[in-house]
C-alpha cells in the first residue's frame, strides 16, 4: 500500500512526524528517500522530539550513525548517503534487532541490506512553492502495512 500527502510548509511535516513517532515501536525500521533538502532530517528532529529526545538531532552525514537514548525509545538515526557500500563496518544487524526504531536517510541505497519489512517514506519538493512537500508512505510487510493504516485513520 503507499499512501500520499501534501504538506504545504515545515509545520505540517512536523506534525506528520509527530504522528508517525506516536505510533513506532521498538524495531521498526524507517527510511527516508528523498534529494538534498527535501526535509529527511528535519522530518527525523521532529520524530525524535516526539519521543522526548532532548539532544539537537544533528546530521549524521559524516558519523552515519548517531544513537539518542533519552526519548521513549532508542532512536539510531543513519544517513548512509556516504557509506560507499560499506556497509559491513556498520553493523546494522545490531540496529535492526535492538530495542530501538532505525530511521535511515537514504536508505533506499541500501535497499538489500535493509528487513524485508520496513516503512519507506519518499520525500519529494514540487513545484508550487519552496516549503511544498509530496510525503508518501509506502509499506512492504505486516508491521509498515500496520503503520501505513493507523497513520491513514489518524489523519482522517
Ligand atoms: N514542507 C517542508 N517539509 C520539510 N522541510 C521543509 C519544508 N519546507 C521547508 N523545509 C526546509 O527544507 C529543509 C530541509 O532540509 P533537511 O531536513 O536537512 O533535508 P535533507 O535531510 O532531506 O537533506 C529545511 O531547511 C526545512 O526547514
Ligand atoms: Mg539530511
Redesign the pocket.
Known amino acids: 500500500m503507499s499512501y500520499s500527502l501534501i504538506?504545504a510548509?515545515?509545520q505540517?511535516?512536523k506534525e506528520l512526524a509527530y504522528l508517525l513517532a506516536s505510533l513506532a515501536k521498538e524495531k521498526d525500521v524507517i527510511v527516508l528517500t528523498?534529494d538534498?533538502?527535501?526535509?529527511?532530517?528535519?522530518?527525523t528532529q521532529s520524530f525524535a522530539e516526539k519521543l522526548g529526545i532532548t539532544q539537537r538531532i544533528k546530521?549524521p552525514t559524516y558519523t552515519i550513525i548517531r544513537e539518542y537514548q533519552s526519548g521513549r525509545l532508542p532512536l539510531y538515526h543513519m544517513d548512509v548517503y556516504r557509506l560507499n557500500g560499506d556497509t559491513e563496518s556498520l553493523g546494522l544487524e545490531e540496529y535492526f534487532e535492538g530495542d530501538g526504531i532505525c530511521m535511515i536517510?537514504w536508505g533506499n541505497l541500501i535497499e538489500a541490506e535493509l528487513p524485508q519489512d520496513h516503512l519507506e517514506i519518499i520525500?519529494e519538493k514540487l513545484p508550487d512553492s519552496?516549503?511544498?512537500?509530496r510525503i508518501t508512505f509506502k509499506d512492504s510487510g505486516n508491521r509498515s502495512q500496520k503503520l501505513v493504516k493507523q497513520l491513514k485513520n489518524l489523519r482522517k
Open positions: 504538506m510548509n515545515l505540517e511535516t528523498g538534498l533538502g527535501t526535509g529527511k532530517t528535519a522530518f546530521s536517510e520525500l519552496e516549503e511544498t512537500r
